[in-house]
């Protein structure tokens, strides 16, 4: 009886990631379903799931997990889906240089240690494959949200040159850009906001009051367009199961529009289109 197929994915106590890992695991997937707080992990075992602690800013954490998983699989793994992220609202004249330190080791370097590791193990067993949540704001940027999309750029960045540089191996790497998806991001954001932004002290603090304030901490209910988290596990099924995935796969109407107008409008007239927003 064949084995089935190993998936480690981070970033899985709501949302994105923990739909993913449900939905892998009821097509038959292996799946080591990852949180950064051991309650979440404790959670997702009652569930079903396979689940360990995988903190992306702590070294440390991610090679105990990897070596975890590996032991459990006998040292092999057949794919990595980098999902955990954080965003830090805010104007960017007012995000102190820390705020940016933080943002970036979650979803940025920590995605780069994981991977530097796995890449390991793929290339020995002879293949593998890397998928990358990025977003919508991973190329096209858009107001009070410049530390989270500066984040996600540098991770479209550093995964298109991994993929060129991947090409002469077995290993796919691939990226997944979601627009608006129901999670707890904005819920989990308003902790960072509040630790690291001093609005009452800027000079844009009535645009925070009028404009940011009560988006970040009303529950409005959904977005337009805003997709459910399924429907990234549907395009990630394909990125995994497909003998020949996509180099990309966009998630959600805004993701579309945004992709297409990029391509077409020159840089004043987006500008003009993404400031009014």
């Known amino acids: 009886m064949q084995s089935p197929k190993t998936i480690l994915i981070t970033g899985c106590s709501s949302g994105i990631g923990y739909d993913a890992a449900h ?15 051991q309650v979440d992990c404790d959670r997702l075992t009652a569930e079903g799931l396979e689940s360990l602690v995988l ?14 998983v590996l032991s459990r699989t006998g040292g092999t793994l057949d ?3 980098n999902n955990g992220a954080f965003a830090v609202p805010g104007a960017v004249e007012d995000l102190p240089r820390q705020a940016l330190r933080e943002i970036f080791e979650v ?3 920590g995605y780069h240690d994981l991977t530097c590791r ?3 193990v793929m290339r020995a067993q002879g293949h593998g494959r890397i998928i990358n949540c990025s977003s919508v704001l991973g190329f096209v940027g858009l107001k009070w949200r410049g530390a989270y999309v500066s984040t996600k750029f540098a991770l479209e960045g550093l995964t298109d040159v991994l993929r060129l540089e991947m090409r002469d191996t077995p290993i796919k ?3 997944i850009e979601p627009g608006p998806i129901t999670s707890r991001i904005r819920a989990n954001s308003i902790a960072h906001f509040e630790r690291w932004v001093d609005w009452q002290g800027s000079p844009r603090a009535a645009q925070y009051r009028e404009k940011l304030r009560p988006r970040l901490y009303s529950d409005a209910g959904p977005d337009q367009f805003e997709l459910p988290a399924a429907a990234v596990t ?4 394909h990125a995994l199961e497909s003998p020949q995935p996509r180099p990309r796969y966009y998630v959600t109407t805004p993701t579309y529009l945004m992709a297409a107008l990029r391509r077409i409008l020159p840089t ?4 003009w289109f993404l400031a009014r927003t």
């Open 23 to 37: 939905g892998l695991a009821k097509r038959g997937w292996r799946v080591f379903a990852t949180c950064r707080q």
């Open 55 to 68: 903190d992306l800013t702590d070294e440390a954490s991610i090679e105990t997990a990897v070596a975890d």
């Open 79 to 81: 794919a990595l889906y």
């Open 107 to 109: 979803n940025l370097f």
């Open 118 to 120: 796995v890449i390991k």
């Open 173 to 175: 790497i691939i990226l």
């Open 234 to 237: 549907a395009k990630l099924v």
């Open 268 to 271: 004043r007239a987006l500008d």
